[in-house]
């Protein structure tokens, strides 16, 4: 094939890859994250203790996980048919990107926030504040650097997933590289996507890195919080001693 030829080709898979990726990422993080924090805070001695809980949730996220994608997107064809009408082409294919995506990341947030430091936890239950508040003034900024990677690593492993659903019809750089490069024994067409997710790999991952960096040194972690806390604290014990 000339580059002619190969050059729309390239450039509508590469789109159907980003519109599958960009959209699975999406749902993923945002079911993804609430269910990692919740992990955490169901556990035993979490902020909302529930074992029943903890482990339910904790089982339906291993079994979405273990589960081979190219399985999990045969299983899901009856419900992805029931949302998008169709199991072929891109909008079918997001869908089993998405469900397969938000164990991955509840898993990744979930050793994420266990890494925050107890004693800011503490610190804010002292000054009375509520199980919200501690998700949102202490978990998720001091974790979010690390959330950052874990955004990374999901969209990476979507994209891998991404290719995979190309082989049943799913569009994209998975699917041009099985018709053209496997079935019609294009080798060079085949290596030249190979190289385009390469490409895109990395720089997606040292964008990732590059944002987590920037983030811990502008006080995404570290003491920084700790400050703001002992600050928030100061004014309260100024109005204790002037009551006396």
């Known amino acids: 094939m000339t580059w002619s030829e190969i050059q729309p080709l390239l450039s509508q898979a590469c789109s159907e890859t980003f519109s599958m990726v960009l959209w699975s990422t999406l749902i993923a993080v945002a079911l993804g994250l609430p269910l990692g924090i919740l992990l955490v805070l ?116 979507l994209i891998g997933y991404s290719a995979m659903a190309g082989t049943v019809g799913g569009g994209g750089l998975g699917d041009l590289a099985v018709r053209y490069g496997y079935q019609r024994f294009e080798t060079g067409l085949m290596w030249i996507t190979v190289g385009i997710l390469a490409v895109v790999i990395s720089l997606i991952q040292f964008a990732g890195d590059f944002a987590a960096r920037s983030l811990h040194g502008r006080g995404g972690s570290g003491p920084a919080p700790r400050l703001r806390l002992l600050k928030a604290k100061e004014p309260a014990a100024a109005d204790i001693t002037r009551v006396a």
């Open 42 to 157: 169901t556990e035993r001695g979490g902020l909302l203790q529930n074992v029943v809980a903890s482990k339910v949730i904790g089982q339906i996220v291993n079994v979405g996980r273990s589960m081979p994608f190219i399985i999990l997107m045969v299983a899901l064809m009856s419900f992805t048919r029931w949302v998008t009408g169709t199991t072929i082409g891109t909008a079918a294919a997001i869908v089993p990107l998405a469900i397969g995506g938000i164990p991955f990341f509840a898993r990744l947030v979930e050793t994420a926030v266990r890494e925050v430091d107890g004693g800011l936890v503490e610190a804010v239950q002292a000054m009375g504040g509520s199980s919200w508040t501690i998700v949102r003034r202490v978990l998720i900024p001091e974790s979010l650097p690390s959330l950052i990677a874990s955004t990374t690593t999901t969209i990476i492993a």
